[in-house]
């Protein structure tokens, strides 16, 4: 596994602070059907933003949800879902609740060596957004998205800046 590069800018969340995020589907995968514990301060965080509508602002597109919606059907992931007691309808529920849609964004000036992430990249860098991905086609990626005032990162580097002390820290 290849060593990831040490953070240029951390990031850590305080309450006057506004980030937008773009999530990827394997992250939203991973907050709502695989409930990776890692993610956790991240996934209280989105569930408290979509309240109080504060810290993080999650956006995606139409595009982007019914990408999810196809991949909740592949049949390795229904059958994780069907382990878990995790119904589809209840993870498109707290996307589309904690999710802000947005128009999709023009092509970013840049092209993403997977396709399907192109989307993801272009709304990013439309929005100045940080991508959480953990795809290395996207990761590859973020000398270019912060030309853009945008950046890439793992969630778990993501988590890890944002909440250096641990999720009670950003609450303190």
Do not use: Y
């Given at each position: 596994?290849?060593?990831?590069?040490?953070?240029?800018?951390?990031?850590?969340?305080?309450?006057?602070?506004?980030?937008?995020?773009?999530?990827?589907?394997?992250?939203?995968?991973?907050?709502?059907?695989?409930?990776?514990?890692?993610?956790?301060?991240?996934?209280?965080?989105?569930?408290?933003?979509?309240?109080?509508?504060?810290?993080?602002?999650?956006?995606?597109?139409?595009?982007?949800?019914?990408?999810?919606?196809?991949?909740?059907?592949y049949?390795?992931?229904?059958?994780r879902?069907?382990?878990?007691?995790?119904?589809?309808?209840?993870?498109?529920?707290?996307?589309?609740?904690?999710?802000?849609?947005?128009?999709?964004?023009?092509?970013?000036?840049?092209?993403?060596?997977?396709?399907?992430?192109?989307?993801?990249?272009?709304?990013?860098?439309?929005?100045?957004?940080?991508?959480?991905?953990?795809?290395?086609?996207?990761?590859?990626?973020?000398?270019?998205?912060?030309?853009?005032?945008?950046?890439?990162?793992?969630?778990i580097?993501?988590?890890?800046?944002?909440?250096?002390?641990?999720?009670?820290?950003?609450?303190?």
């Open positions: 596994m290849p060593e990831l590069e040490a953070p240029r800018a951390p990031l850590v969340l305080v309450r006057d602070t506004h980030t937008v995020l773009v999530l990827d589907t394997n992250i939203v995968l991973d907050l709502f059907v695989f409930d990776d514990p890692g993610l956790a301060p991240l996934k209280a965080a989105l569930a408290t933003a979509a309240l109080h509508k504060a810290e993080l602002d999650w956006i995606s597109t139409p595009a982007m949800r019914a990408e999810l919606q196809r991949v909740l059907a049949p390795h992931i229904a059958a879902m069907q382990r878990g007691a995790i119904d589809a309808a209840n993870v498109l529920a707290a996307f589309d609740a904690q999710a802000r849609m947005v128009q999709a964004a023009s092509k970013a000036p840049f092209s993403c060596k997977d396709l399907d992430d192109q989307i993801f990249i272009d709304l990013a860098v439309a929005h100045g957004a940080t991508l959480l991905s953990k795809d290395q086609a996207v990761l590859c990626m973020e000398k270019r998205l912060e030309t853009r005032s945008a950046r890439a990162l793992t969630a580097v993501f988590v890890v800046q944002s909440w250096p002390l641990g999720p009670a820290a950003s609450t303190a």
